[in-house]
């Protein structure tokens, strides 16, 4: 499995911890942080390592990622995560803004890539929308579009 080159993300999340305004949505954004950089090293059983079991995970995006798009609990958010990130190759996301409130945590950015079993180069915008409970991730939704500005 090879890794992703996440270290800008992992930057600018650094950053928005650092501007949160309390303390429990600063720890929320360094939760966030640590997970893209646990799936960064494809170290996915770390990513879990602020979830709560019954993490729920959400993705909207066109139909030619052949992506895992509903999970339930951890072990099935593993699997997605292992799947999905391996369905993809080149991957190159960049966040353009990072908004905290009180439980959650939103990334709004772009990607570029390819998929790995076409072949075919991909360029989506995203928001990524990361919920907690208690110090604890509970649900992941992704929304992704196609940029077509590119």
């Given at each position: 499995?090879?890794?992703?080159?996440?270290?800008?993300?992992?930057?600018q999340?650094?950053?928005?911890?650092?501007?949160?305004?309390?303390e429990?949505?600063?720890?929320?954004?360094?939760?966030?942080?640590?997970?893209?950089?646990?799936?960064?090293?494809?170290?996915?059983?770390?990513?879990?390592a602020?979830?709560d079991?019954?993490?729920?995970?959400?993705?909207?995006?066109?139909p030619?990622?052949?992506?895992?798009?509903?999970?339930?609990?951890?072990e099935?958010?593993?699997?997605?995560?292992?799947?999905?990130?391996?369905?993809?190759?080149?991957?190159?996301p960049?966040?353009?803004?990072?908004?905290?409130?009180?439980?959650?945590?939103?990334?709004?950015?772009?990607?570029?890539?390819?998929?790995?079993?076409?072949?075919?180069?991909?360029?989506?915008?995203?928001?990524?929308?990361?919920?907690?409970?208690?110090?604890?991730?509970?649900?992941?939704?992704?929304?992704?579009?196609?940029?077509?500005?590119?």
């Amino acid at each position: 499995m090879s890794q992703k080159d996440f270290r800008g993300i992992s930057r600018q999340l650094e950053q928005a911890a650092k501007r949160a305004p309390e303390e429990q949505r600063a720890a929320n954004v360094s939760s966030v942080q640590a997970q893209i950089d646990a799936i960064a090293r494809g170290d996915y059983q770390a990513a879990l390592a602020h979830a709560d079991p019954n993490l729920e995970l959400e993705i909207f995006a066109p139909p030619e990622f052949p992506w895992i798009r509903h999970a339930r609990g951890t072990e099935a958010y593993l699997a997605a995560l292992a799947h999905n990130f391996g369905s993809v190759e080149q991957q190159t996301p960049t966040i353009h803004h990072v908004m905290t409130q009180e439980d959650t945590v939103v990334l709004f950015g772009d990607e570029h890539g390819v998929i790995r079993a076409t072949g075919a180069a991909y360029n989506v915008q995203f928001v990524h929308r990361f919920t907690f409970a208690n110090g604890r991730l509970t649900r992941v939704r992704i929304v992704a579009a196609r940029n077509e500005t590119k």
